[in-house]
């Protein structure tokens, strides 16, 4: 006979208690919902380029709500538009300092920018 897939159920017709699908966490609570928004766009990834070290983060056109000045073009990204906040890793006063003076970039601003120094 085939080996079946189907998870098991207990006699009552339920899931059996503290398996997948039973809207409770490991430990008895509920299991909070997932924002895929966040967990897809909501982590900064270290980019090196001969300029420096760059924290890059993504965010979506769903959560780009203000205006900003793209440093690359001078023209404004406008809400509704995706882009990248970056700031610099190894900024000379420190991480701190170097997350406060963060920028909003055109992605295609940033990917292309040049690495002359102005």
Do not use: Q
Not at 5 to 25: F, L
């Amino acid at each position: 006979m085939p080996r079946s897939n189907r998870p098991r159920r207990a006699a009552s017709g339920k899931a059996v208690a503290g398996k997948a699908g039973s809207g409770t966490g490991k430990h008895g609570g509920p299991v909070p919902e997932l924002d895929l928004e966040r967990a897809r766009t909501g982590v900064a990834r270290s980019e090196s380029a001969p300029d420096g070290e760059w924290m890059v983060r993504s965010i979506t056109a769903s959560r780009a709500e203000k205006t900003y000045i793209c440093p690359g073009c001078s023209t404004a990204v406008l809400p509704g538009v995706a882009h990248l906040v970056v700031w610099s890793e190894d900024h000379l006063f420190g991480a701190a300092a170097g997350l406060a003076e963060r920028r909003h970039w055109h992605s295609n601003c940033w990917t292309s920018r040049s690495y002359r120094y102005r």
